[in-house]
């Protein structure tokens, strides 16, 4: 009898879970194509047609959600077994924490796929701003953070640099000569970076929220009350790029990276500072 090949499961699940085919190609660190060829062995494997077009849409047929819930049960019973025979030591907490710009990046695809590697491991998160959580970092009380790194006294590992856009609502738009509405979020060094960006390029504005936190500022953005600067991978599905502004002005990024507590040397914490290393790998080497 043929056999089911995991990685060709693992995808399937990610095309389900992330919603589409390209979505779950960055998932799994693959091309499109790849995740594209990989769907059409595992039809040839079982026989029967997994998806069916709707547009431009790719949707599950009945064979294929049948597939998708005996897959999760194996991926789970996969996992658990190498978790079982390569991580044995593996167990505790491990407490993280998240720079709010990327708090929906990483729980959607970096710790899904830790969780399944090491399913004997909690983890603890908690999001705030950059310069909080490295203060915890550094004082013990959080065992590793993935933050903004400001300047080059951070004791930071550089992992990644993310592309600063101005977002807006889908479906609202805003006059040139009349002033932005701008939201910020308070002490955050994006907001005065937005502030100085317009004020250079003579671009009048009005700042009309200032957002105790990253998820204020979404709402701002989302509701039409306002256009933030803000981290390419935090626009939603809710929002759309401003691109007048966008276009004119120069293109602003930020260094982000990984910081350990002081003499961290425990495997589990090593084990997620590895992965998530490693899953910034794969996402720049595809993006290159």
Same mark, same amino acid.
């Given at each position: 009898?043929?056999?089911? &090949?995991?990685?060709?499961?693992?995808? +399937?699940?990610? #095309?389900? /879970?992330?919603?589409?085919? @390209?979505?779950?190609?960055?998932?799994?660190?693959?091309?499109?194509?790849?995740?594209?060829?990989?769907?059409?062995?595992?039809?040839?494997?079982?026989?029967?047609?997994?998806?069916?077009?709707?547009?431009?849409?790719?949707?599950?047929?009945?064979?294929?959600?049948?597939?998708?819930?005996?897959?999760?049960?194996?991926?789970?019973?996969?996992?658990?077994?190498?978790?079982?025979?390569?991580?044995?030591?593996?167990?505790?907490?491990?407490?993280?924490?998240?720079?709010?710009?990327?708090?929906?990046?990483?729980?959607?695809?970096?710790?899904?796929?830790?969780?399944?590697?090491?399913?004997?491991?909690?983890?603890?998160?908690?999001?705030?701003?950059?310069?909080?959580?490295?203060?915890?970092?550094? &004082?013990?009380?959080?065992?590793?953070? +993935?933050?903004? #790194?400001? /300047?080059?006294?951070?004791? @930071?590992?550089?992992?990644?640099t993310e592309k600063l856009v101005w977002a807006k609502a889908k479906n609202v738009t805003y006059c040139k000569d009349r002033p932005l509405p701008l939201a910020i979020e308070v002490d955050c060094r994006w907001g005065r970076l937005a502030m100085e960006i317009l004020d250079r390029a003579s671009i009048p504005y009005q700042v009309v929220l200032s957002a105790a936190d990253f998820h204020g500022l979404n709402a701002a953005i989302e509701s039409g009350m306002a256009v933030s600067l803000i981290a390419a991978c935090s626009v939603t599905e809710n929002m759309d790029l401003l691109g007048w502004l966008n276009t004119n002005l120069v293109e602003t990024s930020i260094a982000s990276g990984l910081s350990l507590k002081p003499g961290a040397s425990e495997p589990a914490i090593l084990a997620l500072a590895d992965y998530i290393t490693e899953w910034y790998g794969h996402r720049n080497r595809n993006v290159a």
């Open positions: 009898m043929t056999n089911f &090949d995991i990685d060709q499961l693992r995808t +399937l699940v990610a #095309i389900v /879970d992330c919603g589409n085919f @390209a979505a779950a190609a960055n998932s799994v660190h693959r091309t499109q194509s790849a995740v594209s060829m990989q769907m059409k062995k595992l039809e040839e494997v079982a026989g029967v047609a997994l998806f069916q077009k709707q547009g431009r849409r790719h949707v599950l047929t009945s064979h294929g959600m049948t597939l998708v819930s005996y897959a999760r049960q194996m991926l789970i019973l996969n996992d658990e077994a190498m978790a079982h025979f390569h991580s044995p030591e593996m167990n505790g907490m491990v407490k993280l924490g998240v720079c709010d710009d990327y708090v929906n990046l990483v729980f959607r695809r970096i710790l899904t796929g830790f969780s399944e590697r090491y399913p004997n491991l909690q983890l603890s998160v908690q999001s705030n701003s950059s310069q909080r959580l490295l203060k915890q970092v550094l &004082d013990g009380r959080l065992d590793l953070a +993935l933050i903004n #790194i400001h /300047d080059q006294s951070y004791p @930071a590992t550089h992992l990644f």
